[in-house]
Structures are given as structure tokens and as C-alpha cells.
């Protein structure tokens, strides 16, 4: 039936109607006429970045360092607080607090590959995913070493806790990508080790004993308090 009819077009028809299967896959737009596709794309952007800021990309439970359970807490107590509330309000500013100490740390690593030349490909080098595995990593003994360096002969880390796992990735492609010395050369130059007294910003260990007492304060007084905490405000 099919072979006939294909022929019937050849021979009364014109020759688009006798295409092969082949032919019509060719001509399928390039772009998918779906509009909410571009959308789609971007809220997984934003949850990749959101991904992104966690300090170890292969713990899916974001609770192994101090600072990544802090952080999640903190997102856990804000979805179960009234949005607009005087607690809502204040766990975003400490959620926010901690995220810019993360980008502030990811800025200082972006200055310096720009600096090498990088301008293009810096943000793909210092994208982390939350599947990253150590055993893909080509040259994780000279990254690790590489990384101690970086923690105690610059301060290109803000803080006196170790430094965020996923820096070791990134540290792997500087390696397989034979700039990883040029990178420790030109750190050491940009951000030189400081004294304790000299950080302007707090660290993430004096900050989070606050936090999570804080949010344990909040969640013991639930949200009546809040309410009334509200209500304050408007007498004032």
C-alpha cells in the first residue's frame, strides 16, 4: 500500500508528497516550537546554580560540613515559615549572608582564571554538579596539595574551616589543563594571606553556632510568634 501510493505521487502528484521519511526528519525545525521549552531551561539553570552553591557536590544530603547543614536547615525552617512573617524575613537575610560568603569565595577563583585569560571559559571551569564523583578525576593527589596551598598561603578562602570539597574538582581541570601553577602563582599575588584581625568578612565558624541556635529558637517558638512579633510591628 505504501510502495503504490508513493508511486501514484510520482506520477500525478508532486514530487514533495513522495519524500522519504528521512527527508521529513531533515526538514523538523532546529528550534522546538514549544515555548515554555526556553522557560523550562532556565528554571533548571536556576536550580543547577542553586546546586551549584553547595560545598560538596556528592553529598545529595547537604549535611557533611558544618556550613552545608547550616544551610540547609536554614532552607528547611524558611519553607516551613510563613512567607512575610518577621522569621521569613529573617532567615533569608542568613540565608543570603551565607550564599554571598560562597560567591564572594567563587568571585575570588573567577578574577583570577579571567586574569589567565579565561574570560570565556572561567564560569564553565568552576561549574560544579551535584554528581560529581572523585573517581573521574585525573589528577586528584597533585589537586589536593594544590588546594592545601591555596587554604594556608592565600586567602582566597574566607574561612578558618577546611575548604569546600568542590574546589578540588576545579583544582583536577586546572591541572589536566596545565595552568593549575599559574593559577597558585597569580592567588598568591592577588589574595595574600592576612591576619586574623584583618578579614573584613566573619567567618562561616563564627556565624554558625549563631545560626543554628537561631533557627532552633524559631522553630521551638513556631509561628504564633511570629504573628505576634507582626503585630508589633504595626503598633510601632
Known amino acids: 500500500m505504501g510502495s503504490a501510493f508513493k508511486r501514484f505521487c510520482m506520477q500525478f502528484c508532486c514530487c514533495c508528497c513522495a519524500e522519504d521519511e528521512d527527508d521529513e526528519e531533515e526538514k ?8 515554555l521549552d526556553y522557560f523550562t531551561r532556565e528554571v533548571q539553570k536556576r536550580r543547577d546554580e542553586e546546586t551549584n552553591l553547595w560545598s560538596e557536590p556528592g553529598d545529595r544530603s547537604h549535611s557533611e560540613r558544618d556550613d552545608d547543614r547550616t544551610l540547609y536547615t536554614l532552607l528547611q525552617a524558611r519553607n516551613m515559615t510563613r512567607i512575610g512573617s518577621t522569621g521569613y524575613r529573617r532567615l533569608s537575610v ?13 568571585d575570588k577563583w ?38 592545601h596551598t591555596l587554604h594556608t598561603e ?6 578558618k574551616e577546611p575548604p569546600p570539597e568542590r574546589y578540588l574538582f576545579i583544582l583536577d581541570r586546572l591541572v589536566y589543563l596545565d595552568i593549575a601553577e599559574d593559577f597558585l ?14 578579614e573584613e568578612m566573619p567567618g562561616l565558624a563564627i556565624n554558625l553556632p549563631l545560626l543554628l541556635a537561631r533557627v532552633e529558637a524559631m522553630n521551638g517558638r513556631g509561628n504564633d510568634d511570629d504573628e505576634e512579633e507582626d503585630e508589633s510591628e504595626k503598633d510601632d
Not at 523538523?28 to 515555548?35: A, F, G, I, K, R
Not at 542568613?94 to 567563587?106: L, Q
Open 94 to 106: 542568613d540565608i543570603e549572608a551565607m550564599r554571598d560568603t560562597r560567591r564572594e569565595v567563587r
Open 28 to 35: 523538523q525545525p532546529l528550534v522546538t516550537p514549544d515555548p
Open 154 to 159: 592565600t586567602s582566597i578562602f574566607s574561612s
Open 110 to 147: 573567577k578574577t583570577v582564571l579571567e586574569n589567565l585569560g579565561f574570560m570565556a571559559e572561567a564560569d564553565s571551569l568552576l561549574t560544579v554538579s551535584a554528581g560529581a564523583s572523585a573517581d573521574r578525576m585525573r589528577n586528584a593527589p597533585a589537586a589536593r596539595a594544590m588546594l
Open 185 to 198: 602563582a597569580k592567588a598568591k599575588r592577588f589574595y595574600p594571606p592576612t591576619d586574623d584581625s584583618d
